[in-house]
Structure formats: structure tokens, C-alpha cells
């Protein structure tokens, strides 16, 4: 399967721990996006990657959120001290280049549950 | 900054019928409009990309069209199938894709 890949798929966790989502994006896509969606909306753009620099972050991505891309391939990120509002659906999208101008292609993973107790 | 809407919010018809999703968008100067389908628990599938230079997209049952200028574009679904019980999203993009709140479609046979 050469589509994004999102670990884990299913995720239950007390409130207050850590929790880690991995995503491997198409082995020659140089960007890499992360959102959040939770029930009945649309889903909300967090932050974005080009090879390993982090280019946007959204107000959406308080201090507890930390994304990382090492290298330029593979994507974590991390919630420390996890809240019930946390809960929602964490996709990972991945396209070649830029999205404007160049009919470039979004391609999501499958998402991330993340449900907090 | 670019806002995206889609009515209605939730669409229930029989079988057969014709749909038309609607999106629309605060700012005009967009570079492309793409259509997305998200099955309940799933990701997303894009269903069509128009260009800014496009009218309409095209891909069976599916037809998409923008209109620039009245910051508007529609999916028409023909001839509607239960399989086609989805959430339908439209995106525009800026350097990352701005979503509406999408349409949630349930076709009853």
C-alpha cells in the first residue's frame, strides 16, 4: 500500500496522559498536513510540513501540541496532558508540492481516533 | 481570510433521484475548488479537482462546476444510489485546504 499511512488508527486514553499519532505520507510528497475533525464538522486544518520544516501552525495547536517531521519523511504528533476536548479524528494528508496553482492532489490517511475518558 | 460553506448541512432522498451539494466561498481568487467523499470512521477520497480555469469536472455519475465570480460551485449526483450515503466536503485551497462543514447525504432505497 503506497497511500498515507496513520498509527494508531484507535486511541483510548485518561485525561491528563500523552498520547503520539504517526503518520508516514507518500514516500515522494514533500508536504505533509495534519487536521483535526470532530463530529458533524469539516475538517480543521492544524499545521503543515515541507520536507522537515514546519511552516504553519494554527491557533488551533495550543502549547500541549507538538508535531514534528525528522528528516523529512515520517510525522508524529504529540498531545501531552490530554483533555476531553481532544477528543476527535487526527488526519494526515500529504500532496507532492503546493496546493495552489499546480492541480497538486491532497491524499489523506485513514485517521487517527482519539477518544479521552 | 477564506471561509467555505456548504448547504444544505443534511440531505435524506429515496433512490434515483438527482442531487445538487452546494459550496460557496468568501474569496474568489482561488486557484482550484476539489470535491471529497468521507464514509462514516474513514478518511477522506477526493471525488473531482476543477481548476480555476474550469467550468465543470466530470467523472461518471459525478458532475462539479464552479463559478468564480459568484465564489459558488455544486456536485450533481445522478441518478442517486444508496452506496452513495457519504459526507461530500468541498475544499479551496490557500497553502493548505480550507473545508466546509460538508453535507451529510443518506440515499434510502
Known amino acids: 500500500d503506497t497511500g498515507v499511512s496513520q498509527n494508531p488508527r484507535h486511541k483510548i486514553t485518561k485525561r491528563g496522559q500523552n498520547v503520539t499519532f504517526r503518520c508516514d505520507p507518500i514516500s515522494e510528497h514533500n508536504r505533509l498536513y495534519w487536521y483535526r475533525q470532530t463530529l458533524g464538522q469539516g475538517p480543521e486544518f492544524l499545521t503543515y510540513?515541507?520536507?522537515?520544516?514546519?511552516?504553519?501552525k494554527s491557533r488551533l495547536l495550543s502549547d500541549r501540541f507538538s508535531a514534528e517531521r525528522p528528516k523529512g519523511s515520517f510525522s508524529t504528533l504529540e498531545i501531552q496532558r490530554t483533555e476531553q476536548g481532544d477528543s476527535a479524528m487526527y488526519l494526515c494528508a500529504s500532496s507532492l508540492d503546493g496546493l495552489q496553482g499546480t492541480g497538486n492532489t491532497i491524499y489523506f490517511g485513514e485517521g487517527s481516533w482519539l477518544t479521552v475518558v | 481570510k477564506q471561509e467555505v460553506t456548504q448547504i444544505p448541512a443534511a440531505l435524506s432522498v429515496p433512490e434515483g433521484e438527482n442531487l445538487v451539494l452546494n459550496c460557496s466561498f468568501t474569496d474568489s481568487a482561488i486557484y482550484n475548488l476539489q470535491w471529497f467523499r468521507q464514509d462514516p470512521g474513514k478518511g477522506l477520497t477526493s471525488l473531482l479537482l476543477?481548476?480555476?480555469?474550469?467550468r465543470e469536472q466530470t467523472s461518471g455519475r459525478l458532475n462539479a462546476s464552479l463559478d468564480k465570480s459568484s465564489g459558488r460551485s455544486t456536485l450533481y449526483i445522478a441518478a442517486s444510489q444508496p452506496g452513495d450515503s457519504a459526507t461530500y466536503l468541498c475544499?479551496?485551497?490557500?497553502?493548505?485546504?480550507?473545508f466546509g462543514t460538508g453535507t451529510r447525504l443518506q440515499v434510502f432505497p
Open positions: 510540513f515541507q520536507n522537515e520544516a514546519q511552516l504553519e
Open positions: 475544499a479551496v485551497p490557500t497553502d493548505k485546504l480550507i
Open positions: 476543477i481548476q480555476s480555469s474550469q
